[in-house]
């Protein structure tokens, strides 16, 4: 994705639910169209963090950039019906505090951050083998093969500086349309998603400081994400997944200049577990890469008020 300004490609994945999760081209987010009944909630608080070196490939002028960085989030998720369909909406707000350093221009830097990332907000719908259903009818039903559509909006709500390389926030505006297709085979689930990124522009990156005095705008092109899981039922809402994907595009252009060797071609590989705690609440674990950790807690209630 892009350079310092967008660590949330790497680190917005506190919002799991079990079916949205906050996340940029990177996301890795198993059971992600598993439906529920029409007035399940949910909120979660997540954590998650990520360590090690970042490669911009001449992106921005930085080189040998560590950084060791985490987020925290809060989120709220609502399955409700559109049209007699299963539908979700999802929303989510992260916060991070990190420390970065790197080589800027030939000049050695270093920075601690600490702010709001950008918000985001997902709406969800089923189109084949998920007709909303009441919990009644839910508890019968079994699922075969589920295809839904999703759109995922990041508004750039997220601490946002345009003298500064580092920021939590992009300051520009993201669209993600997405198709998913989900199938049980007993205690096997598998995923598959296909989506792409839209970027509006950044019009004032890394502007009016001693470097460029100047006002700047930034472009990033079109990003294609595809994603897969294979999750097992270990027991009763306890499961397991093997999570994988693959992305490309992102070329960055500044002041209408491209740069080529910023189209990004890369993936991920990682593994994900949900584990109950009581009726209500259930803990999940992500790790990928060896250098990422994500660790959310989760209540889930049926209806309008939070059951006790």
Do not use: C
């Not at 999760?21 to 890795?28: D, H, I, Y």
């Not at 909406?89 to 950008?118: C, I, M, N, Q, W």
């Not at 520009?172 to 049980?184: L, N, T, V």
């Not at 949900?274 to 999940?284: L, N, R, Y």
């Amino acid at each position: 994705m892009l350079p310092w300004q967008t660590i949330t490609g790497w680190m917005m994945v506190g919002i799991t639910l079990g079916r949205a999760q906050l996340a940029s081209g990177q996301e890795l987010t198993p059971r992600a169209y598993v439906i529920a009944p029409t007035g399940f909630n949910a909120i979660d608080a997540g954590y998650a963090h990520l360590e090690g070196g970042l490669q911009f490939d001449g992106a921005v002028p930085i080189t040998g950039a560590q950084a060791s960085s985490s987020v925290i989030a809060l989120g709220y998720y609502h399955s409700f019906s559109l049209l007699g369909r299963t539908a979700n909406v999802a929303v989510g707000a992260p916060y991070g505090f990190g420390d970065f350093e790197g080589t800027v221009t030939g000049v050695p830097k270093s920075a601690h951050r600490t702010g709001f990332l950008d918000s985001f907000y997902r709406l969800s719908v089923n189109l084949i083998g998920g007709p909303a259903m009441e919990p009644r009818e839910f508890a019968r039903w079994r699922q075969d093969v589920l295809l839904g559509v999703s759109l995922k909006i990041v508004a750039p709500t997220g601490q946002y500086d345009p003298t500064l390389l580092v920021n939590w926030g992009s300051n520009r505006w993201a669209f993600k349309p997405e198709i998913g297709y989900s199938q049980r085979f007993g205690r096997w689930v598998v995923d598959a998603y296909g989506a792409v990124w839209f970027f509006t522009r950044n019009n004032e990156y890394f502007s009016q400081n001693t470097y460029f005095p100047g006002t700047r705008w930034q472009s990033e092109s079109p990003v294609t994400a595809f994603e897969g899981h294979v999750s097992y039922d270990a027991g009763r809402r306890l499961w397991i997944s093997l999570d994988a994907n693959y992305w490309s595009g992102g070329e960055v252009t500044v002041n209408g200049a491209p740069n080529t060797a910023s189209y990004q071609r890369s993936s991920r590989v990682g593994v994900t577990a949900s584990v109950p705690v009581t009726a209500h609440q259930s803990i999940k674990v992500s790790y990928s890469d060896g250098a990422y950790i994500s660790l959310t807690w989760q209540y889930a209630w049926l209806g309008t008020a939070i059951a006790h």
